[in-house]
C-alpha cells in the first residue's frame, strides 16, 4: 500500500472516529435532555432542583454536550475539507447532491452547537444562579427571583428543543449524504 494512501486513510479514520462518537454522544444528551430529563423535571417540579443544581452547577452538563459539540464540528470540518478537495473546487463540492447534503448537515449542526453556545449555555447558568440565590436566601427569597426561574426554564427548554432539531436535520443529512 502507498505511504501517502495510508496516512490519508489514517488521518481520514481517526477524524471520522472523532466525529462520529463525539456526534452521537452529543445528539444522544441532547435527546435525554430534551425527551426525558426537562419533561421529568417539570412534572417533579421543586422537588428536581437539588438534581437539576448538580447537573447544571456542579457537574456543568450543558458545558460537557457543548465540548461534545465543539468536537464533533472539528472532526467534521477536517472530513469536510477533504472530502471537498477531493471534488477540486467547493462549486464542484456544493453543486454535487453528497457535497450540497453534507453542507446542509455541517450548517445544521454548527447552529445546534451555537444555540447550545449563545443560549442554553448562559440560561442554564443563569439557572444555578438563580437557584443558589434561593437556596441562600434567609426566609422568603425575592419574588422577582423567584418569577425569572420559570422564564429562564422555558427558556432553556425551547432552546434544547430547537438545537435538537437542528441535530435530527443533521445527523439525517450525514447519514443519508452517499445515497442522494
Known amino acids: 500500500m502507498n505511504g501517502a494512501l495510508l496516512a490519508t486513510s489514517t488521518y481520514l479514520i481517526v ?41 447544571l452547577g456542579k457537574r456543568r452538563l450543558i458545558d460537557r454536550i457543548i465540548g ?5 464540528v472539528v472532526a467534521g470540518g ?15 463540492f456544493l453543486s454535487s447532491h453528497f457535497g450540497l447534503v ?28 438563580l437557584g443558589g440565590t434561593i437556596a441562600a436566601a434567609e426566609g422568603p427569597p425575592p419574588p422577582e427571583i423567584v418569577a425569572e426561574v420559570p422564564v429562564q426554564q422555558q427558556r432553556l427548554k425551547v432552546l434544547s428543543r430547537v438545537s435538537f432539531a437542528f441535530l435530527v436535520v443533521a445527523v439525517l443529512a450525514m447519514s443519508t449524504a452517499r445515497y442522494w
Open 68 to 72: 461534545l459539540g465543539v468536537v464533533t
Open 78 to 92: 477536517f472530513l469536510y475539507w477533504h472530502d471537498w478537495q477531493a471534488f477540486g473546487s467547493l462549486s464542484d
Open 15 to 55: 477524524f471520522r472516529i472523532f466525529h462520529i462518537l463525539a456526534g452521537v454522544a452529543w445528539a444522544g444528551s441532547v435527546f435525554l435532555v430534551v425527551v426525558f430529563l426537562q419533561p421529568s423535571a417539570a412534572a417533579v417540579g421543586p422537588a428536581a432542583s437539588p438534581v437539576l443544581m448538580e447537573l
Open 102 to 129: 453534507l453542507t446542509i448537515g455541517g450548517v445544521c449542526a454548527i447552529v445546534a452547537l451555537l444555540i447550545g453556545i449563545f443560549g442554553s449555555r448562559p440560561a442554564a447558568r443563569r439557572l444555578v444562579e
